[in-house]
């Protein structure tokens, strides 16, 4: 077992990794956890073949651990284990005061050995659409954008907003936004903050006329958010454990109408 900095030739094979476990991934995800964070975009070889992969990344304060992947043929091996242990070090070592990850049902009991803690649940949303995903000239995060987000997550994430935007489109105003990101034939909802249930209610209901297959991820505790959801045909897809490890959070999920990645990395 060799673990070693992720490259770009190793998104490839995680790519197709992924897509045998049913992940949403992209080459736009990685190519930016890999220039934001290469020390902590790792991949275990074994007789040179990549069988493991996680990342890590951070912002601010806090740190994401995610696409923790372990090819099913040498599961059992401990890979998963030292992979995840060696981002955990590598976000610690950094400073961060809090660590957040998302958790299968299965995964979830790993992570609570390993100090985290259940936060909420992440619920995935879908939605079918008559329209096919179209790109459009990005608009620019505003920095009353970068605050309401702050108000949800407790932490500075300038960059995962900027990041997001530069992969399709955003609209809002002082009282919430949401960005809608280009995921192959589909689209992604996701950063979408506001400040109240009505503003995401004005921010959605404008953005669905253009959108066709859409996902977004939401958390549970935000009941606001499930019922404007459910109202506007969308259903459940699957459902995750959101943990951290460390400092508690200043979470506030009544201003996250949509994570910025598949859970991923925030």
Known sequence: MQISPFTPDDIHPFLALAKDEGWI?????????????????????????????????????????GNLLVAAGVRGKGIGTALFRQAMQILQSSGVRTV??????????????NGFRLCDQIIRWERSG???AAS???????????????????????????HAVTN??????????????????SQQIG?????????AEQLLEAALPEIGRVL??????????????????FTVRSE?????????????????FGLASMGSMG
């Open 191 to 199: 950063p979408f903050g506001a400040l109240s249930s009505s503003t």
């Open 168 to 185: 399709g489109t955003a609209a809002g105003t002082e009282q919430g936004f949401l960005v809608l990101q280009y995921l192959g034939s």
């Open 100 to 113: 957040w990850l998302t958790a299968s049902t299965y995964g979830r009991p790993i992570y609570e050995r």
């Open 136 to 162: 459009a000239a990005p608009v620019p995060i505003q920095p009353g954008w970068q605050q309401i987000d702050y108000l949800g997550w407790g932490d500075v994430r300038n960059e995962l907003l900027d």
């Open 25 to 65: 991934s992209t080459r736009h995800e990685l190519a930016f956890l890999l220039e934001r964070s290469p020390d902590g975009c790792l991949v275990c070889r074994e007789e040179g073949k990549s069988v493991g992969f996680v990342t890590a990344v951070r912002y601010g304060l806090s740190g994401w651990i």
């Open 216 to 233: 977004l991820d939401v958390p549970a505790s935000n009941r606001s958010a499930a019922k404007l959801l459910t109202s506007n045909g």
């Open 240 to 256: 995750v454990d959101l943990m951290y490890a460390g400092q508690p959070p200043a979470y506030h999920p009544e201003h996250i």
């Open 130 to 132: 008559e329209k096919q």
